[in-house]
């Protein structure tokens, strides 16, 4: 995995991400005290699942050979009683038959980005001055 690196942007909450040789920038909302420049954290995240989903479901496609022609996910997070909900959302176009169809949900579930936030999760900090 390339080096992920975040520092200040400009304006009240942009911040500059770079990813290997990428750069791009994440925001809050105008409503939440950003400048609305970029896609916020949560967004980020979902946008990491969604990516990933669609990278699983497309290699597992064809592996098998399977018609699928195109899958749109859209993802959204609710906060629910301290809980973090991911709503998951997979439109399979294709050719594909109902069995292929449920195979595509249980393939959707083992995802590397589905599998890091419903498992356990570590975050190690240090600080250095």
Not at 1 to 11: A, D, L, T
Request: proline residues 3%; hydrophobic residues 35%.
């Amino acid at each position: 995995m390339r080096k992920v690196e975040v520092q200040f942007g400009s304006g009240p909450l942009q911040q500059r991400l770079s990813v290997g040789d990428l750069h791009f920038l994440s925001d809050s909302e105008v409503s939440r005290g950003g400048d609305g420049t970029g896609p916020s954290p949560h967004e980020l995240l979902a946008a990491a699942l969604g990516a990933c989903t669609g990278m699983t479901l497309k290699m597992y496609a064809e592996r098998k050979q399977w018609s699928l022609q195109n899958a749109i996910i859209s993802v959204d997070i609710v906060r629910e009683n301290n809980i973090e909900r991911f709503i998951r959302t997979i439109q399979l176009i294709g050719d594909l038959n109902q069995e292929q169809k449920e195979r595509f949900k249980d393939i959707a579930n083992k995802c590397p980005i589905h599998k890091a936030l419903s498992g356990e999760i570590e975050i190690q900090t240090e600080c250095i001055a």
